[in-house]
């Protein structure tokens, strides 16, 4: 494939007044233009200097313009604000964003997804597709060629063997691998050269563009963590904490929950990039607190995640410091029900599920509790009072693309609490002089937990108020987002071990594809002590004809066919209220006036094109 090269400007102007006469005088006048351009397989953004000439009969300004390129490091320090502070690089040992973006710094994929949702080549030469022979005929494997004179940070070169052993690592049997689904039916991975490796699948794969795409599923050098595989991975501290990549930064400093810091990687391929000489990636505060460093402060360059009211964002933002910016894709804000028994006395069975014993809650595997609690959530107080255009009420789990989009649950946007009690009452929970209702001395009594953040802490004070008026007692808890969100085995706090009944967080498809998204809640996928805890079907939800579907699905190649699987599968979810869909998020980041170059990516990471990032001229 032929490459296109640009030189991205940084404009330095100069201004002069030139006096004209009462003769017409021809002056050169400067504009900067911006274009875009393929580069790589990607669209860009490359601003250029066009001189004109033009007659002029009075006094103008006209800006000359110097010249020069951007130059790897020099730039400074660029600062960022992950407030969930990241707890380990290596994306395959944990399902946050918060370690998945801090990771693409450093470990990159053989394909990723633009901002737009479109496919793009980078560390493969090119995307391969049935016209140019790199998927098969009869659908069965998918080839990669890797791009020439990629190397290492370290200065080895990248190859073939390197992409083999990433997927021996995440198929591991003991590994726990958080991003398994992304190598659902791959048979084998195996080197056909130094820069070929072909992905063979058990069954024909419609989408074969699982495994080694997106952030989420980054090449691992094998030299570096071969000693790493299956029980040891969780072990291998130094690798997981400085993982050496083909990126544009290494990590020269990591502390899990608190802070990194990533310097220029003189190996990276590009001699011109990274504009940035070190990265300083800090966690901890709040979402607030972050939006505030870069709106109004000043002393941030980049804040994620800005799940704020949107008031508060917006008159933070007339300081004038920085913007706002915002990404749909198809995140969704959920309430997901622990269908196991959580309870302390249980020991090591605290929300454990086996296939020879599901562990049932005491009382939300009553379908009609589940139903009733969704029942009595006001979906667009939440979205509107909470979110505002940042978010939209939702009955779905798959929100986006449209072909995917599920019309059979918008009733789920009236709320209804006389019907929550109706239902309530049919099904014997009787309402106590306390207010609570029981049966059979079960009491619904609850649990309800999430990440600490004010919008999030909003939403359980009004879904409490809302539960409790259909007799269900809720208590609340919140609980560090570098903890909720880490991959750590050992606490008992995280998202994964559920140690409560109900619990709420963002989660949504990594490509327009949602095939694996879909997969996650099959019943291989559930979160457990032999995985870790770092299964993708946090609710524990077994069942054998979404099972069947998920298989159906990733056996079928016509686009309707697919849709119309993914919405079967996305409505037994939500009928079956394994999870209570709330709001359709957009990805809301804000960065200083001077930072040029950012993309926000809704279907990677935000951090996808960092190597591209600058800084405008004073």
């Known amino acids: 494939m032929k490459k296109k090269r640009c030189l991205l400007l940084v404009v330095v102007g100069i201004t002069a007044v030139l006096l004209a006469a009462c003769q017409p005088q021809t002056v050169e006048v400067t504009r900067v233009v911006t274009e875009t351009e393929v580069v790589q397989g990607e669209t860009v953004e490359v601003t250029r200097v066009v001189t004109e000439t033009e007659t002029v009969t009075e006094q103008v300004e006209v800006t000359r313009v110097v010249e020069s390129p951007t130059a790897r490091g020099e730039g400074g320090t660029l600062s960022i604000i992950y407030w969930q502070a990241a707890s380990t690089l290596n994306p395959y040992l944990s399902g946050g964003t918060k370690d998945t973006d801090a990771a693409t710094l450093v470990l990159e994929p053989l394909a990723r997804y633009d901002e737009t949702g479109a496919l793009i080549p980078w560390l493969a030469e090119e995307l391969p597709t049935v016209e140019n ?6 659908l069965m494997s998918i080839t990669w060629k890797l791009r020439q004179g990629i190397i290492w940070s370290d200065g080895t070169p990248l190859t073939a063997e390197d992409v083999v052993f990433t997927g021996e690592y995440c198929m591991h049997p003991d590994a726990g691998c958080s991003q398994l689904t992304q190598f659902q039916d791959v048979a084998s991975v195996e080197a056909i050269d130094a820069t070929t490796v072909r992905v063979n699948f058990s069954v024909p794969k419609p989408y074969p563009y699982g495994p080694f795409v997106s952030s989420l599923v980054p090449i691992l050098q094998k030299a570096q963590f071969e000693n790493c595989l299956g029980v040891n991975a969780q072990n291998c501290n130094d ?5 050496i990549g083909t990126g544009p930064f290494v990590v020269t400093e990591f502390r899990p929950n608190d802070v990194a810091l990533f310097t220029v990687n003189d190996s990276y391929r590009d001699p011109n990039k990274p504009y940035f000489a070190e990265v300083f990636l800090k966690g901890g505060g709040d979402a607030a607190s972050a939006a ?3 709106l109004e402060v000043g002393e941030a360059d980049y804040a994620w995640n800005l799940q704020i009211e949107p008031e508060v964002l917006r008159s933070m933002e007339l300081a004038g410091q920085g913007k706002v910016v915002a990404a749909f894709a198809g995140n969704v804000e959920r309430i997901l029900i622990n269908l196991t028994n959580p309870d302390p006395a249980l020991g090591e069975q605290r929300s454990e599920w086996t296939a020879d014993n599901a562990n049932p809650h005491p009382f939300l595997t009553d379908p009609a509790v589940r139903q009733a609690l969704s029942l009595a959530i006001d979906r667009n107080t939440i979205a509107s009072h909470l979110y505002g255009s940042a978010g939209q009420a939702t009955c779905n789990v798959l929100p986006a693309p449209a072909v995917y989009v599920s019309t059979a649950n918008d009733g789920c946007l009236t709320q209804d609490i006389e019907a929550a009690n109706q239902l309530l009452d049919e099904a014997g929970w009787v309402l106590g002089a ?6 059979d001395g079960v009491r619904l009594s609850m649990l309800y937990q999430t990440s600490t953040n004010s919008v999030r802490q909003s939403t359980q004070a009004l879904v409490k108020q809302w539960w409790e008026a259909i007799g269900v007692e809720t208590e609340l808890r919140s609980i560090d987002a570098a903890v909720f969100f880490g991959g750590d085995p050992a606490s008992p706090d995280t998202y994964g071990k559920f140690f409560a009944d109900v619990e709420m967080f963002t989660n949504g498809a990594s490509s327009p594809d949602p095939e694996t998204y879909m997969g996650n809640w099959r019943c291989s996928e559930i979160a457990r002590t032999e995985n870790n805890w770092l299964g993708n079907n946090i609710p524990r939800f077994c069942s054998e004809a979404y099972d069947a579907l998920a298989g159906q699905m ?5 686009l309707e066919d697919r849709a119309e699987l993914a919405k079967q599968m996305n409505d037994i979810l939500v009928q079956e209220y394994v999870l209570l869909p709330l709001v359709h998020r957009g990805s809301v980041s804000a960065h200083s006036n001077s930072l040029l170059g950012v993309r926000i990516n809704g279907w990677d990471s935000e951090l996808w094109n960092i190597a ?5 001229s004073n």
């Open 554 to 558: 990733a056996e079928t190649a016509v």
């Open 434 to 439: 306390d207010g609570v209702r029981a049966k």
């Open 292 to 294: 505030r460093s870069v």
């Open 239 to 243: 690798e997981n904490f400085a993982p």
């Open 133 to 138: 022979g790199g998927i098969s005929e009869d």
């Open 612 to 616: 591209d990032w600058t800084r405008a």
